[in-house]
């Protein structure tokens, strides 16, 4: 499996902006599905952002606008740009890519590979 390693969470106020990493290791994920989950406490794990080999990418409605989801593949790193925050976007943020590609079956095919998480919290 890929080795994911996510940074770059923070404190932030509502209206700011924090640009989340995450460095794989191992084996390329391209052209693997990439995405980016978040998960805020009591509350069950969304999807917010996946990016296919092609890099069509796509958006959980709540994000949509604010959110923008890229990776660079020379430097085997999968980036979330997150501005406008809102306090509702407080969650512990991370990364995952699938073993296989799925092509335009990234919104339904099984993210198996995960890294720790970060945490970013927005205040009012």
């Known amino acids: 499996q890929v080795q994911l390693v996510e940074s770059g969470g923070g404190s932030v106020q509502s209206g700011g902006s924090l640009r989340l990493s995450c460095t794989a290791s191992?084996?390329?994920?391209?052209?693997?599905?990439m995405a980016w989950f978040r998960q805020a406490t009591g509350k069950e794990r969304e999807r917010v952002a996946i990016?296919?080999?092609?890099?069509?990418?796509r958006y959980a409605d709540s994000v949509k606008g604010r959110f923008t989801i890229s990776q660079d593949n020379a430097k085997n790193t999968l980036y979330l740009q997150m501005n406008s925050l809102k306090p509702e976007d407080t969650a512990m943020y991370s990364c995952?890519?699938?073993?296989?590609?799925?092509?335009?079956?990234?919104?339904?095919?099984?993210?198996?590979?995960w890294g720790q998480g970060t945490q970013v919290t927005v205040s009012s």
């Open positions: 990016i296919d080999g092609d890099g069509r990418t």
């Open positions: 191992g084996y390329t994920y391209s052209p693997y599905c």
């Open positions: 995952a890519a699938t073993d296989y590609d799925y092509g335009g079956s990234c919104p339904v095919a099984p993210y198996t590979n």
